[in-house]
T-cell receptor, first 112, second 116 residues
Framework: TQLLEQSPQFLSIQEGENLTVYCNSSSVFSSLQWYRQEPGEGPVLLVTVVTGGEVKKLKRLTFQFGDARKDSSLHITAAQPGDTGLYLCAGEFETSGSRLTFGEGTQLTVNP | DVKVTQSSRYLVKRTGEKVFLECVQDMDHENMFWYRQDPGLGLRLIYFSYDVKMKEKGDIPEGYSVSREKKERFSLILESASTNQTSMYLC???????????????FGSGTRLTVV
C-alpha cells in the first residue's frame, strides 16, 4: 500500500493570515485530489491535478503539483472563518486504477 | 443535483448484531467505495466495486462484506458488529477511470455508527 503524508495535522490561525498545507509520497502520483470536509458531512472535491508542475487556483486557494508528481501543496491567502474544515489530499497511483489513498487530513481553524 | 445518499446519519447497534449500511447514487457511476473514518487514522478503504456484482477488498476488509446487485446501490454489511467497528462510515462513487483522465469522488454525508 502506498503511503501519503499530510502536514500539518492541525492548524489554528487568525482571520487574514496565509497558510500552506503539504502532501507528500515516496511514490509517483498519477493524479492528486484535494477535498474539504465539514463536520458531519462527507468530503467535497476541490480540485484535481494531473500534470507535474501544474498550478490551479480556486478563488483564494492555490494548488500546486510537484514537478516529479510526488508532492502537492494547498495555499490559502487571507484565510476566513468560512475556510475552517478538514482538508484532505488523496492520491491516485499508477497501479491503483480509480482507487484513492487519502492522507490523514489537516484540521484548519480560522479564528475571527 | 447529483447525489450519494446514505440511508442513516446515525445508528446505534448492539455487539453481535448484523448491520446493513446502504448507499445509493443517482449519477450512473461505475465505481463505488466504502471507507471508514477515525480520528488520527484518516479514511481507510474497506471495500470497493467497479461494476455490478463485482467487489474487491480494500485495506481493512476484515469483519465486513459488501453487496452490489444494482449499479446504483452498494451495501456494506457488518456480519457481527463489534465495538471496534464504531466509526464514521463514508460511501463514495466515481466514474470509471478513463486513461489519463482522473475523476473525483462524490461522497455521501456519512453514517456515524456506534456499537455498544
Amino acid at each position: 500500500t502506498q503511503l501519503l503524508e499530510q502536514s500539518p495535522q492541525f492548524l489554528s490561525i487568525q482571520e487574514g493570515e496565509n497558510l500552506t498545507v503539504y502532501c507528500n509520497s515516496s511514490s509517483v502520483f498519477s493524479s492528486l485530489q484535494w477535498y474539504r470536509q465539514e463536520p458531519g458531512e462527507g468530503p467535497v472535491l476541490l480540485v484535481t491535478v494531473v500534470t507535474g508542475g501544474e498550478v490551479k487556483k480556486l478563488k483564494r486557494l492555490t494548488f500546486q503539483f510537484g514537478d516529479a508528481r510526488k508532492d502537492s501543496s494547498l495555499h490559502i491567502t487571507a484565510a476566513q472563518p468560512g475556510d475552517t474544515g478538514l482538508y484532505l489530499c488523496a492520491g491516485e497511483f499508477e497501479t491503483s486504477g480509480s482507487r484513492l489513498t487519502f492522507g490523514e487530513g489537516t484540521q484548519l481553524t480560522v479564528n475571527p | 443535483d447529483v447525489k450519494v445518499t446514505q440511508s442513516s446519519r446515525y445508528l446505534v447497534k448492539r455487539t453481535g448484531e448484523k448491520v446493513f449500511l446502504e448507499c445509493v447514487q443517482d449519477m450512473d457511476h461505475e465505481n463505488m467505495f466504502w471507507y471508514r473514518q477515525d480520528p488520527g487514522l484518516g479514511l481507510r478503504l474497506i471495500y470497493f466495486s467497479y461494476d455490478v456484482k463485482m467487489k474487491e477488498k480494500g485495506d481493512i476488509p476484515e469483519g465486513y462484506s459488501v453487496s452490489r446487485e444494482k449499479k446504483e446501490r452498494f451495501s456494506l454489511i457488518l456480519e457481527s458488529a463489534s465495538t471496534n467497528q464504531t466509526s464514521m462510515y463514508l460511501c463514495a462513487s466515481s466514474l470509471r477511470h478513463g486513461g489519463t483522465i482522473s475523476y473525483g469522488y462524490t461522497f455521501g454525508s456519512g453514517t456515524r455508527l456506534t456499537v455498544v
